[in-house]
Protein backbone atom coordinates (compact mmCIF):
# COMPACT_ATOMS: atom_id res chain seq x y z
CA UNK A 1 0.00 0.00 0.00
CA UNK A 2 1.60 3.81 -1.17
CA UNK A 3 1.71 6.48 1.38
CA UNK A 4 -0.68 8.99 0.31
CA UNK A 5 -0.74 12.58 0.48
CA UNK A 6 -2.94 15.47 -0.98
CA UNK A 7 -3.17 18.87 -1.14
CA UNK A 8 -6.79 20.46 -0.04
CA UNK A 9 -7.74 20.47 -4.13
CA UNK A 10 -10.86 18.57 -4.87
CA UNK A 11 -12.88 21.55 -5.41
CA UNK A 12 -10.29 22.95 -7.58
CA UNK A 13 -9.67 20.40 -10.39
CA UNK A 14 -11.30 17.76 -11.68
CA UNK A 15 -10.81 14.42 -13.45
CA UNK A 16 -10.83 14.99 -16.95
CA UNK A 17 -9.81 18.65 -16.94
CA UNK A 18 -7.27 20.36 -19.10
CA UNK A 19 -4.99 22.33 -16.93
CA UNK A 20 -1.71 24.20 -18.11
CA UNK A 21 1.42 24.30 -16.16
CA UNK A 22 5.52 24.83 -16.21
CA UNK A 23 6.49 21.35 -15.86
CA UNK A 24 10.27 19.86 -15.25
CA UNK A 25 11.89 16.19 -15.08
CA UNK A 26 11.26 15.05 -11.06
CA UNK A 27 14.64 15.24 -9.54
CA UNK A 28 14.27 11.37 -7.35
CA UNK A 29 12.44 9.89 -9.97
CA UNK A 30 13.64 8.91 -13.12
CA UNK A 31 10.40 7.32 -14.94
CA UNK A 32 9.57 8.72 -18.25
CA UNK A 33 6.14 9.76 -17.40
CA UNK A 34 6.92 11.56 -14.10
CA UNK A 35 7.64 15.10 -13.75
CA UNK A 36 6.28 17.69 -11.44
CA UNK A 37 4.93 21.04 -11.60
CA UNK A 38 7.63 23.93 -10.67
CA UNK A 39 4.54 26.45 -9.30
CA UNK A 40 1.11 25.05 -7.85
CA UNK A 41 0.15 28.47 -7.61
CA UNK A 42 0.68 29.01 -11.22
CA UNK A 43 -1.37 26.22 -12.90
CA UNK A 44 -4.33 27.63 -15.18
CA UNK A 45 -7.24 25.96 -15.59
CA UNK A 46 -8.14 25.70 -19.03
CA UNK A 47 -11.96 24.69 -19.63
CA UNK A 48 -14.46 22.97 -18.23
CA UNK A 49 -13.80 18.93 -17.27
CA UNK A 50 -14.15 16.91 -20.45
CA UNK A 51 -18.16 15.06 -20.13
CA UNK A 52 -18.82 11.51 -20.37
CA UNK A 53 -21.41 12.15 -23.03
CA UNK A 54 -22.18 10.66 -26.13
CA UNK A 55 -20.04 7.13 -25.17
CA UNK A 56 -17.53 8.91 -23.86
CA UNK A 57 -16.58 10.69 -27.12
CA UNK A 58 -15.34 13.68 -26.23
CA UNK A 59 -12.54 11.73 -23.96
CA UNK A 60 -11.71 8.87 -26.17
CA UNK A 61 -10.69 11.50 -28.16
CA UNK A 62 -8.64 13.78 -26.31
CA UNK A 63 -7.06 10.67 -24.14
CA UNK A 64 -7.69 7.12 -24.83
CA UNK A 65 -7.62 7.20 -28.28
CA UNK A 66 -4.11 8.93 -28.13
CA UNK A 67 -2.65 5.87 -26.64
CA UNK A 68 -2.20 2.12 -27.08
CA UNK A 69 -4.39 -0.41 -25.45
CA UNK A 70 -2.30 -3.15 -24.04
CA UNK A 71 -3.31 -6.86 -23.34
CA UNK A 72 0.00 -8.47 -23.17
CA UNK A 73 1.46 -8.25 -19.61
CA UNK A 74 4.42 -9.41 -20.38
CA UNK A 75 5.60 -6.83 -22.93
CA UNK A 76 4.33 -4.15 -20.68
CA UNK A 77 6.59 -5.30 -17.39
CA UNK A 78 9.31 -5.43 -20.17
CA UNK A 79 9.30 -2.06 -21.23
CA UNK A 80 8.91 -1.22 -17.51
CA UNK A 81 11.88 -3.18 -16.85
CA UNK A 82 13.92 -1.50 -19.60
CA UNK A 83 12.19 1.90 -18.32
CA UNK A 84 10.43 2.61 -21.29
CA UNK A 85 7.19 3.42 -20.09
CA UNK A 86 5.51 3.06 -16.56
CA UNK A 87 1.89 3.74 -17.43
CA UNK A 88 -0.68 2.48 -19.62
CA UNK A 89 -3.86 1.97 -20.74
CA UNK A 90 -4.72 -2.31 -20.30
CA UNK A 91 -7.64 -4.15 -21.06
CA UNK A 92 -7.79 -7.80 -19.28
CA UNK A 93 -8.70 -10.71 -21.85
CA UNK A 94 -11.05 -12.31 -19.28
CA UNK A 95 -12.00 -10.83 -15.84
CA UNK A 96 -11.73 -13.66 -12.59
CA UNK A 97 -12.73 -11.90 -9.60
CA UNK A 98 -12.63 -9.00 -7.17
CA UNK A 99 -10.97 -9.32 -3.85
CA UNK A 100 -11.41 -7.16 -0.19
CA UNK A 101 -8.87 -7.94 1.98
CA UNK A 102 -8.91 -6.02 5.58
CA UNK A 103 -5.54 -4.34 6.62
CA UNK A 104 -4.42 -6.08 9.44
CA UNK A 105 -2.89 -2.09 10.63
CA UNK A 106 -5.59 0.45 10.14
CA UNK A 107 -2.91 3.37 10.81
CA UNK A 108 -0.38 4.62 8.86
CA UNK A 109 3.53 3.48 9.56
CA UNK A 110 5.32 5.77 12.04
CA UNK A 111 8.44 5.67 9.76
CA UNK A 112 6.48 6.80 6.71
CA UNK A 113 4.84 9.44 8.55
CA UNK A 114 8.28 10.91 10.31
CA UNK A 115 9.45 11.02 7.03
CA UNK A 116 6.26 13.32 6.08
CA UNK A 117 7.66 15.35 8.80
CA UNK A 118 10.76 16.11 7.59
CA UNK A 119 9.46 16.76 3.81
CA UNK A 120 7.13 19.08 5.61
CA UNK A 121 9.81 20.95 7.17
CA UNK A 122 11.86 21.14 5.02
CA UNK A 123 9.31 23.20 2.60
CA UNK A 124 8.70 25.29 5.51
CA UNK A 125 12.31 26.88 4.61
CA UNK A 126 10.10 28.24 1.29
CA UNK A 127 6.45 28.57 2.34
CA UNK A 128 4.22 29.75 5.21
CA UNK A 129 2.97 27.35 7.77
CA UNK A 130 -0.57 27.53 6.36
CA UNK A 131 0.91 26.86 2.93
CA UNK A 132 2.40 23.92 4.03
CA UNK A 133 -0.53 22.56 5.73
CA UNK A 134 -2.48 22.83 2.81
CA UNK A 135 -0.30 21.00 0.58
CA UNK A 136 0.48 18.31 2.56
CA UNK A 137 -2.37 16.61 4.74
CA UNK A 138 -2.38 13.06 5.37
CA UNK A 139 -5.17 11.19 3.97
CA UNK A 140 -6.69 8.55 6.40
CA UNK A 141 -5.59 5.23 5.87
CA UNK A 142 -8.00 2.87 3.99
CA UNK A 143 -9.17 -0.34 6.12
CA UNK A 144 -9.18 -2.72 3.43
CA UNK A 145 -7.44 -3.29 0.19
CA UNK A 146 -9.42 -4.18 -3.11
CA UNK A 147 -7.64 -6.15 -5.90
CA UNK A 148 -8.69 -6.90 -9.25
CA UNK A 149 -7.84 -10.53 -10.55
CA UNK A 150 -7.63 -11.03 -14.56
CA UNK A 151 -6.76 -12.79 -17.06
CA UNK A 152 -3.85 -11.06 -20.26
CA UNK A 153 -3.38 -12.21 -23.84
CA UNK A 154 -0.89 -14.01 -22.68
CA UNK A 155 -1.88 -16.21 -20.39
CA UNK A 156 -1.09 -14.59 -17.03
CA UNK A 157 -3.49 -14.63 -14.09
CA UNK A 158 -2.25 -11.17 -12.17
CA UNK A 159 -4.39 -9.84 -9.10
CA UNK A 160 -3.59 -6.25 -9.01
CA UNK A 161 -4.00 -3.77 -6.20
CA UNK A 162 -6.53 -0.43 -6.48
CA UNK A 163 -4.61 2.78 -5.91
CA UNK A 164 -7.37 4.64 -7.19
CA UNK A 165 -8.37 7.31 -5.02
CA UNK A 166 -12.02 7.34 -6.38
CA UNK A 167 -12.04 3.64 -4.80
CA UNK A 168 -11.15 5.25 -1.61
CA UNK A 169 -13.89 8.14 -1.80
CA UNK A 170 -16.15 5.97 -2.71
CA UNK A 171 -15.47 3.62 0.59
CA UNK A 172 -15.71 6.33 2.89
CA UNK A 173 -18.84 8.13 1.02
CA UNK A 174 -20.74 4.38 1.52
CA UNK A 175 -19.67 4.08 5.03
CA UNK A 176 -21.02 7.63 6.38
CA UNK A 177 -24.36 6.60 4.26
CA UNK A 178 -24.11 3.33 6.27
CA UNK A 179 -23.38 5.02 9.44
CA UNK A 180 -20.87 3.21 9.79
CA UNK A 181 -21.64 -0.56 9.21
CA UNK A 182 -18.21 -1.54 7.24
CA UNK A 183 -19.59 -5.05 6.26
CA UNK A 184 -22.33 -2.70 4.21
CA UNK A 185 -19.90 -0.47 2.69
CA UNK A 186 -16.96 -3.34 1.23
CA UNK A 187 -20.08 -4.53 -0.19
CA UNK A 188 -21.52 -0.99 -2.05
CA UNK A 189 -18.07 -0.59 -3.47
CA UNK A 190 -18.32 -4.34 -4.86
CA UNK A 191 -20.97 -3.80 -6.85
CA UNK A 192 -19.93 -0.58 -8.17
CA UNK A 193 -16.80 -2.09 -9.09
CA UNK A 194 -17.59 -5.69 -10.02
CA UNK A 195 -21.30 -5.94 -11.02
CA UNK A 196 -22.04 -2.64 -12.57
CA UNK A 197 -17.77 -2.04 -13.95
CA UNK A 198 -17.10 -5.63 -15.24
CA UNK A 199 -20.45 -7.37 -15.31
CA UNK A 200 -22.63 -4.96 -16.78
CA UNK A 201 -23.24 -5.27 -19.91
CA UNK A 202 -23.16 -1.98 -21.85
CA UNK A 203 -19.91 -1.34 -20.09
CA UNK A 204 -16.33 -2.01 -21.69
CA UNK A 205 -13.70 -1.61 -18.61
CA UNK A 206 -10.30 -0.97 -19.28
CA UNK A 207 -7.73 0.04 -16.53
CA UNK A 208 -4.85 2.48 -16.09
CA UNK A 209 -1.52 0.27 -14.95
CA UNK A 210 1.23 2.64 -12.92
CA UNK A 211 4.19 1.27 -11.92
CA UNK A 212 5.69 2.16 -8.19
CA UNK A 213 8.42 3.74 -8.17
CA UNK A 214 9.97 1.06 -5.74
CA UNK A 215 9.38 -1.92 -7.63
CA UNK A 216 10.20 0.15 -11.05
CA UNK A 217 13.51 0.57 -9.72
CA UNK A 218 13.90 -2.99 -8.36
CA UNK A 219 12.65 -4.45 -11.69
CA UNK A 220 10.42 -6.42 -9.97
CA UNK A 221 8.09 -9.33 -11.03
CA UNK A 222 5.21 -7.30 -12.02
CA UNK A 223 6.09 -3.35 -11.06
CA UNK A 224 2.24 -2.30 -11.70
CA UNK A 225 -0.69 -1.18 -9.45
CA UNK A 226 -4.44 -0.34 -10.74
CA UNK A 227 -4.41 3.49 -10.48
CA UNK A 228 -7.14 4.41 -12.67
CA UNK A 229 -10.42 2.15 -13.96
CA UNK A 230 -12.10 3.28 -17.24
CA UNK A 231 -15.64 1.58 -17.31
CA UNK A 232 -16.05 2.59 -21.66
CA UNK A 233 -19.37 2.55 -22.95
CA UNK A 234 -20.27 0.22 -25.95
CA UNK A 235 -18.11 -2.64 -27.50
CA UNK A 236 -14.11 -2.87 -27.18
CA UNK A 237 -12.08 -1.53 -30.22
CA UNK A 238 -8.18 -1.84 -29.64
CA UNK A 239 -6.08 0.70 -30.98
CA UNK A 240 -3.19 -1.05 -33.60
CA UNK A 241 -0.20 -0.94 -32.26
Known amino acids: ?38 NRDEIKLIGDPIPT ?3 WSQRRKHFIDKVPIHTDLSKLIEA ?5 LSLA ?20 DSKKLDKLEADRQQLDLFKDEAKVQEDF ?17 D ?28 KVAVEKVKQKYWDEFVNKASLNTHLILGTTLEHHN ?24
Open 80 to 84: AHKNE
Open 1 to 38: MQFQVTGDNDSKYKKYQWIEAELENAPTDKRPETYRVK
Open 53 to 55: GGD
Open 218 to 241: KKAPNPFVIIGVLPLPGAYQPTLL
Open 137 to 153: KVVKKLPYKFRYQFETE
Open 89 to 108: IFKPSKWLKFDIEAEKNREW
Open 155 to 182: GKTPRLLIEDWEIGALYWNCLRNANGDE
